[in-house]
């Protein structure tokens, strides 16, 4: 079946370091790809998604591009900041089944 | 604009019990999706309801239900609780069936002693 594997945390960085988290996935169909941040004692907020290959989404400086030819969809950003330190989730849907399935979480903290 | 409201936030049970938890979608939204958080299983989908359906459901024992009222809001019950169930419960409401726009509330909290 379907399914996401992200990088496992915590991933620690100092403030204004480029940030990578990994995730891949496994899909026989056609699927949308999400990334959700969780801070704490809140739900999920949706930070950017790409329903097609070669897509890319982007927002908040966060920029993940689909990948088709290596499943992947990993999420990046050039300078972090304390604010963002989260819990982040890449999850993927495909249309064919309607369910939407999420990677572990990875759990970032940035150092001022 | 309100955001997506969950009460309580907060709730423990004892096993065998069983304990219903509500959702109240952003105003305008017709689909309310369930998810269950756990340390080990992390974020389960659990299901959609759309206009009163449900449309889709995770692979969860009958013990979990739900259900959505022609206002929107909607109701997740579990009975006969089990330790396992303790885990932050997720609502998410949407315009549109499917997942592409899900807005999450911040959870139930329930704590199965």
């Known amino acids: 079946g379907d399914s996401v594997t992200q990088m496992e945390g915590p991933v620690t960085l100092s403030e204004e370091a480029f940030l990578t988290i990994n995730c891949t996935y496994t899909?026989?169909?056609?699927?949308?790809l999400f990334w959700y941040v969780q801070y704490p004692g809140e739900g999920l907020q949706l930070l950017l998604k790409?329903?097609?290959?070669?897509d890319k989404g982007s927002n908040k400086g966060f920029e993940a591009t689909y990948r088709k030819e290596t499943t992947s969809f990993h999420l990046e950003k050039g300078s972090v900041q304390v604010s963002d330190s989260a819990v982040y989730f890449c999850?993927?849907?495909?249309?064919?089944?309607?369910?939407?399935?999420f990677g572990k979480g990875t759990r970032l903290h940035i150092l001022p | 604009k309100a955001g997506v409201t969950q009460t309580p936030r907060y709730l423990i049970k004892t096993r065998g019990q069983q304990v219903t938890l509500s959702c109240s979608p952003i105003s305008g939204h017709r689909s309310v999706s369930w998810y269950q958080q756990t340390p080990g299983q992390g974020l389960q989908f659990l299901f959609e309801y759309f206009s009163e359906t449900q449309r889709n459901k995770g692979n969860f024992p009958g013990r979990f239900s739900g259900r959505q009222f022609s206002n929107s809001r909607s109701e997740m019950n579990v009975s006969t609780l089990e330790l396992g169930d303790s885990a932050l419960y997720l609502c998410?409401?949407?315009?549109?069936?499917?997942?592409?726009?899900?807005?999450f509330g911040p959870g139930t909290r329930l704590t199965v002693l």
């Open positions: 999850a993927l849907s495909d249309t064919r089944d309607d369910k939407i399935i």
């Open positions: 790409a329903t097609k290959a070669d």
């Open positions: 899909a026989t169909g056609y699927p949308s």
């Open positions: 998410a409401s949407s315009t549109q069936q499917g997942f592409n726009e899900q807005f």
